[in-house]
């Protein structure tokens, strides 16, 4: 069973950077057929896709978050990474690390991980 | 930006039919895919490429599209379909990017 698992900081400080790893177990990232994503969700609102990579580094970015996302991979250690710089008050929210294709979708997630941003 | 639109909120008995559209341009060239989010768990897939059922996902939600807009239907709801439902579409013509609709709150009543 493919199971994926977010880590990092519960708590970041406005302006500061967010760092994020999911860790992925069951399949490997180096397999090439899938892409990894970050998704999150503020309190009260909907999900948001952030972007996603593959194991041969392309990489594919939410335009409004784009200039502040960088999203990169680790396939020795079956780990991918965000890295959400500049953050407010507004990137308050559960993120969560997922397994995805544009023809399947998301079929597995890690169990999301509350990153709050304040001083 | 791509903007795939659904209702706010859905009310339904139990036993009876739910339906969730998702409407945005050109999504008849697009797979749909649909969520179900419920608090404080991670999203589960319930139908991707339109109309597919992952493996273990009861044959009472199904898929459907029609022109620009698809439709998630529950039928015989239960009390355990009370979630939120997000439709989703990858925007290959732009920025190249996931887009997520705006999410239905669906209530058994």
């Known amino acids: 069973q493919v199971q994926l698992q977010e880590s990092g900081p519960g708590l970041v400080k406005p302006s500061q950077t967010l760092s994020l790893t999911c860790t992925v177990s069951g399949d490997s990232i180096s397999s090439g057929i899938y892409y990894w994503s970050w998704v999150r969700q503020p309190a009260g609102k909907g999900l948001e896709w952030i972007g996603r990579i593959h194991t041969t580094g392309s990489t594919n970015y939410n335009p409004s978050l784009k200039s502040r996302v960088t999203i990169s991979v680790d396939s020795s250690k079956n780990q991918f990474s965000l890295k959400l710089s500049s953050v407010t008050a507004t990137d308050t929210a559960v993120y969560f690390c997922?397994?995805?294709?544009?023809?399947?979708?998301?079929?597995?997630w890690g169990q999301g991980t509350l990153v709050s941003v304040a001083s | 930006s791509f903007v795939l639109t659904q209702p706010p909120s859905v009310s339904v008995a139990p036993g009876q039919t739910a339906s969730i559209t998702c409407g945005g341009d050109?999504?008849?060239?697009?797979?749909v895919h649909w969520y179900q989010k419920k608090p404080g768990q991670a999203p589960v897939l319930v139908i991707f490429y339109d109309s597919d059922r992952p493996s273990g996902i009861p044959k009472r939600f199904s898929g459907s599209k029609s022109g620009n807009t698809a439709t998630l239907t529950l039928s015989r709801v239960e009390a355990g379909d009370e979630a939120d439902y997000y439709c989703?579409?990858?925007?290959?013509?732009?920025?190249?990017?996931?887009?997520f609709g705006t999410g239905t709150k669906v209530t058994i009543l």
């Open positions: 050109n999504i008849g060239d697009k797979a």
């Open positions: 997922a397994r995805e294709s544009v023809y399947s979708g998301a079929d597995f």
């Open positions: 989703q579409v990858w925007d290959g013509t732009g920025d190249h990017y996931f887009v």
